[in-house]
């Protein structure tokens, strides 16, 4: 099985910085691509940040300049550097690791997600 499992949320003041981390672990063969995702009530979830194991990102674009993804292809870990934060990210922020495996397909797996809370 592959487990994944995130921390880091918490509370912070608008214009604070917070640095969300994720593992995977298990039995995991294939294509990697890590992202993290976020979802506020009321709210569908949206992608905010991945990165595939080429060191291709790609970001939502109200957090661009704002937010950082990192990953370690050896650890199967993946870092999401929060800075500048405004209340409108205030949301639950979750872990996803996409396994693609040529010739059979993908599977998604998701932490648990972490709240992430920006005060005005």
């Known amino acids: 099985q592959v487990q994944v499992v995130e921390s880091g949320g918490g509370l912070v003041e608008a214009g604070g910085s917070l640095r969300l981390s994720c593992v995977a672990s298990g039995t995991i063969s294939g294509f990697l691509i890590m992202g993290w995702y976020r979802q506020a009530p009321g709210r569908l979830r949206e992608l905010v940040a991945q990165?595939?194991?080429?060191?291709?990102?790609n970001y939502l674009d109200s957090v661009k300049g704002r937010f950082t993804i990192s990953r370690d292809n050896n650890k199967n870990t993946v870092d999401l550097q929060m800075n500048s934060l405004k209340p409108e990210d205030t949301a639950v922020y979750y872990c996803k690791v996409a396994v693609h495996r040529v010739g059979i397909g993908e599977f998604d797996y998701w932490g648990q997600g972490t709240q992430v809370t920006v005060s005005s």
């Open positions: 990165v595939q194991s080429s060191g291709y990102t």
